[in-house]
């Protein structure tokens, strides 16, 4: 069992910068996948990003290349968002999530997801 926290979402102006932390709890978080979904109003949830254990797994969905960064601190159980450079479009609900793979969290699939954190880039 994984319990999922995010925090860090508000209100910034384009061409700001937000990190976005999620607190896990529960003893399978150093053994799961760890990532980043979206969800704008009227839309459907999307990926952002996932990681394993290492930084070199970080994986990205293309839009989010070079802007976004993921990462993770395993001593504190805590993964975070990096944001660059945002753009009204990036506003949405943020949802941290666990998972068992890389692969199939891009695809969705999720065994546990935080309450969600509001981001709104304003123009």
């Known amino acids: 069992q994984v319990q999922l926290v995010e925090s860090g979402g508000g209100l910034v102006q384009s061409g700001d910068s937000l990190r976005l932390s999620c607190a896990a709890s529960?003893?399978?978080?150093?053994?799961?996948?760890m990532g980043w979904f979206r969800q704008a109003p009227g839309t459907e949830r999307e990926f952002v990003a996932a990681?394993?254990?290492?930084?070199?797994?970080?994986l990205y969905a293309d839009s989010m290349k070079g802007r976004f960064t993921i990462s993770r601190d395993n001593a504190k159980n805590t993964v975070y968002l990096q944001m660059n450079r945002l753009k009204p479009e990036d506003t949405a609900v943020y949802y941290c999530?666990?998972?068992?793979?890389?692969?199939?969290?891009?695809?969705?699939?999720?065994?546990?997801w935080g309450q969600g954190t509001q981001v709104t880039v304003s123009s």
């Open positions: 990681m394993g254990w290492s930084v070199d797994s970080a």
């Open positions: 999530a666990a998972g068992s793979t890389r692969m199939t969290m891009r695809g969705g699939i999720v065994n546990y």
């Open positions: 529960g003893r399978s978080f150093s053994s799961s996948v």
